[in-house]
């Protein structure tokens, strides 16, 4: 009897722990989630761009002529991309190797994702908002852009190509466009 007693007061000693181990688990989360609300309401990101889905096609840096690859005077190249569903626009990106790259993208309908594969670059595109990322590919090479974000029934099926060129090959495909056009991309 005694020996059940004691047992029973271990059993009670190690439930009571392991209740007090939760309850302080549930109270460090909680007190997360309100720090990092209160956090972000008082100090929201520093860099939000907005951008009018419905007049994108029409006027501003998304018109379908400023989409692509942008050489720019500093050396570095900006990107453009429009989403919609069920693609990307342009569907087939050309950047060159060793260079720094930004992206600027945006979606037109509903959310999109934005994924390159083989890099880091995964993000969300949303309509009324521009997404910007910077990164540097090392080595020419072929990547895919998927959309990972389920954004109707032909998700699917939305879906691009990067291709990665040498810098003097993008160059030299940058010198051979019209006048009117800065924009390298595979399908011109
Ligand atoms: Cu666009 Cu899924």
Known sequence: MAINSSSHDVAERVERRWAILVLAIVVVLVGMVV????????????????????????SGEFIESNLGSAPETDGSVTVRIVAQQYSFTPQCLVVPAGVPVTFRATSS?????????????????????????????????????????????GHQNMWAHVKVVERAEFMQMADKLPANSRRVSCVQ
């Open 35 to 58: 720090y990092t609300g209160l956090h972000w309401a008082m100090m929201p990101p520093s860099r939000v761009e907005t951008v009018r889905p419905e007049t994108l096609h029409v």
């Open 109 to 153: 309908d509903v959310v999109h994702g934005f994924l390159i594969t083989d890099t880091n670059i995964n993000s969300m595109l949303e309509p009324g908002y521009v997404s910007t990322f910077k990164t540097t590919f090392d080595k020419p090479g072929e990547h895919l852009m998927p959309c990972h974000e389920y954004c109707g029934t």
